[in-house]
């Protein structure tokens, strides 16, 4: 099936240090979500996004939608232990209520306390 | 606030045999799904349903069947399991047009 290109696919950082990371698509998405998945858990949503351009923030995460609808990113600052896990970006098509998401296969972050 | 919860957290299954996933959600969210997420593969969807009574399927529903018969609970049924079903499957709701709530997830392995 369809799926997003997430890169990085892993990445190790100091403790402080900010993250950025990103998702991109030969589609136009209409929405664009963000979640964080910790070890032996479901994804817990972070950000969403609905409209190109916007620019979303969760405390220390900030989310953008890209201006083509074919991209995302999402920043992490002054990183923490516990921002340690899989951040997964999804891709939303279509109307009504079959709107499937498209998955990206996840960035698995580390970070050194 | 329980949210949504996913029976039983492991199971190991014998190829052949049948078992039911359960899912329960106290949100009364219309919208709920199953995934399943095997490495390097993502999130898969496997059926979903968008009300009471009302079920259909996503990306990858052979040998899987659903019914809804209330909107708190949405299991999911694997006839016979085969050794590739071996994964991890989660129970999701909708918020708006957002998958907002997950289950804690179920592991699944087939012998």
């Known amino acids: 099936g369809q799926q997003l290109n997430q890169s990085p696919q892993s990445m190790f950082i100091q403790e402080g240090e900010d993250v950025s990371m990103n998702c991109t698509s030969s589609?136009?998405?209409?929405?664009w979500l963000w979640y964080k998945q910790d070890p032996g858990e479901g994804p817990v949503l972070l950000i969403a996004?609905?409209?190109a351009g916007e620019l979303t923030s969760n405390g220390r995460l900030t989310a953008q939608f890209g201006i083509t609808r074919k991209d995302s990113f999402l920043n992490i600052s002054a990183s923490i232990p516990s921002d340690v896990g899989i951040y997964f970006c999804?891709?939303?098509?279509?109307?009504?209520?079959?709107?499937?998401?498209?998955w990206g296969l996840g960035t698995s972050l580390a970070v050194n306390p | 606030n329980a949210g949504v919860t996913q029976t039983p957290k492991f199971q190991v299954l014998k190829t052949g045999q049948s078992m039911t996933l359960q899912c329960a959600q106290d949100?009364?969210?219309?919208?709920m799904s199953w995934y399943r997420q095997d490495p390097g593969m993502g999130l898969r969807l496997i059926h979903y349903?968008?009300?009471?009574?009302?079920?259909d399927q996503g990306e990858v529903p052979n040998g899987y069947n659903v019914s809804r018969s209330t909107t708190e609970d949405f299991p999911l049924r694997l006839l016979s399991a085969a050794p590739s079903q071996t994964s991890v499957y989660f129970c999701?709701?909708?918020?708006?047009?957002?998958?907002?709530?997950f289950g804690q997830g179920t592991r699944l392995t087939v012998v």
């Open positions: 999804a891709g939303q098509l279509d109307a009504g209520n079959n709107r499937k998401l498209i």
């Open positions: 999701a709701t909708r918020q708006g047009w957002t998958e907002a709530f």
């Open positions: 996004l609905y409209k």
């Open positions: 589609s136009i998405f209409n929405t």
């Open positions: 949100m009364n969210h219309e919208y």
């Open positions: 349903s968008v009300g009471a009574g009302i079920t």
